[in-house]
């Protein structure tokens, strides 16, 4: 059956193999179920091994997944072998101009057709810096760029769907899935691309459910053609996102659309992750990026001296590559710094220059510390529930507590006052503003406070560099 299936390719195999299809399920499932759900699927397309089926809309797909995913899958693969697959394509019924002029003879299907372009009404945010063209190749990120590129070509063709790429801080991971992103639009304009860190995706879920839109708010990312999801470990231990995405996740794989995904662990360590979007993380292709060794520290060093203008001498590019090994970040920062030391006193860069550089940039490492985890240790410093700070508590030591780390959340992340103030129950960003010069007015007249907060911080940045 399934080699007979490998060479149908008659238009009308679609339809005769979607009727094997439901008569299948029919045996499987009760009458209403079968009349409510499967009915309404029309078979669209086959090509190869690939069924298209049209859906009215998102719940379909969503209630399949959820409460037959088993059946389809082995409906389809017994129907049509074991890499036949399934791919559900919503449009509207109503709508004329779907149905092709040149249609076919038989007016059961229209015939396969893609939803409308819609016109751009969204920021992507994707920065156009980041490129294929530049991106140094590497040993570490040699099957991660491969991968990318495979991607950026043919999104949501290829069998690496999601992409799930892991790796250290400042290895490139950013670059690489915004460079996919590029490429997309590059190549179809037309596109539907976005990205979005998992901070801002979590933050943006809950204005929605503020606002009663998280429909709207789903519905969007539902809509896309490839959705880049940058750190996606900041995703552990929030539930309701995670659920939220779980389905907007499904929704997109199913239909054949493209998902990335970066982490700076691989899947299986994302504890506080759902087991279920954790499978769904792996069933792609997983792949991690390693630091750069010597050779491609020097080459990614004389890209970016070129891309500056600036000049150096090899003896000083072989320093920096020598001692900066981990971080592809550190590696672009001495050259910055490097370049405004040399504007600022227009003096020439020497190799004592270098050495200083290097070796203030290996001192001040940036560390990612996260708004929760400064709240944590603030809270433990004041012994206030950590909770307390995020409702509306007007007592004295709960708002010096929640005072203390919005402070400290605008000085020791990059978060924004938005953010910050979300992650404090909703607060608006005024809110955080009259935080931070409170703490900053009261630090230079109040000894103990000052010393609280130097003691705060301390013990914060201790612990995660
Ligand atoms: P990550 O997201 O893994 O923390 P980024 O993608 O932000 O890292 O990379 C940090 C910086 O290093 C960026 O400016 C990026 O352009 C640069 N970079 C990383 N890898 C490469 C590479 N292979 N070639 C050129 N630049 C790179
Ligand atoms: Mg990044």
Same mark, same amino acid.
């Given at each position: ?116 372009? #819609? +016109? ?6 994707? &920065? =156009?810096?980041?490129? *294929?063209? !530049? @991106?140094? %190749? /590497? ?63 979590? #933050? +943006? ?6 606002? &009663? =839109?998280?429909?709207? *708010?789903? !519905? @969007?990312? %539902? /809509? ?242």
């Amino acid at each position: 059956m399934a080699e007979a299936a490998l060479k149908l390719d008659s238009y009308k195999e679609h339809i005769t193999i979607w009727k094997e299809c439901l008569s299948l399920i029919k045996e499987n499932v009760s009458l209403l179920t079968y009349n409510t759900w499967f009915l309404p699927l029309k078979p669209l397309h086959l090509e190869r091994n690939i069924l298209k089926l049209q859906v009215p809309n998102n719940y379909f797909i969503d209630w399949i997944e959820e409460h037959h995913k088993t059946l389809i899958t082995n409906v389809i693969h017994n129907v049509l072998g074991v890499d036949g697959k399934l791919i559900y394509l919503i449009i509207e019924e109503q709508e004329d101009t779907l149905f092709d002029k040149k249609s076919e003879p038989e007016n059961i299907v229209p015939p396969f057709s893609e939803p409308k372009p #819609v +016109e751009k009404n969204y920021d992507d945010f994707l &920065n =156009s810096k980041f490129t *294929f063209e !530049n @991106f140094v %190749k /590497g040993e570490g990120n040699q099957l991660a760029r491969a991968a990318s590129i495979a991607i950026g070509e043919n999104p949501g063709q290829t069998s690496f769907n999601p992409l799930f790429i892991y790796g250290g801080v400042g290895l490139g991971k950013t670059h690489l899935i915004q460079a996919i992103g590029n490429k997309i639009l590059d190549k179809d304009p037309n596109k539907k691309v976005i990205y979005v860190s998992s901070d801002l995706f979590t #933050v +943006e879920f809950v204005e929605a459910i503020q606002n &009663n =839109s998280v429909n709207e *708010f789903s !519905n @969007f990312y %539902k /809509g896309m053609d490839a959705l880049i999801i940058d750190d996606i470990q900041f995703l552990v231990g929030k539930e309701k996102t995670q659920d939220l995405f779980f389905n907007i996740f499904n929704t997109l794989h199913l239909s054949g659309r493209q998902i990335i995904l970066s982490s700076d662990k691989p899947p299986k360590d994302l504890k506080g992750v759902s087991e279920r979007l954790v499978s769904r993380f792996q069933c792609g292709l997983t792949v991690d990026i390693q630091p750069p060794d010597f050779e491609t520290r020097l080459a990614i060093l004389n890209n970016k001296a070129r891309l500056l203008d600036l000049t150096l001498d090899p003896q000083a590019i072989e320093y920096i590559a020598h001692n900066i090994t981990s971080n592809i970040r550190e590696l672009e920062g001495t050259l910055l710094r490097l370049l405004a030391t040399h504007s600022l006193n227009s003096k020439a860069i020497d190799f004592d220059m270098v050495k200083r550089v290097v070796k203030e940039i290996s001192t001040n490492r940036q560390v990612n510390i996260s708004i929760e985890y400064i709240t944590k240790i603030v809270c433990e410093f004041f012994k206030v529930e950590e909770n307390k700070v995020r409702e509306k508590n007007r007592r004295k030591e709960v708002v010096l507590a929640r005072q203390v780390a919005m402070y400290l959340a605008k000085s020791l992340t990059k978060s924004s006052l938005k953010t910050i103030g979300l992650h404090f129950g909703g607060r608006d960003h005024s809110t955080v503003i009259h935080a931070c010069n409170t703490i900053e007015e009261s630090m230079s007249s109040d000894y103990q406070l000052n010393e609280s907060v130097t003691n705060i911080k301390n013990k914060i940045e201790v612990s995660v560099s």
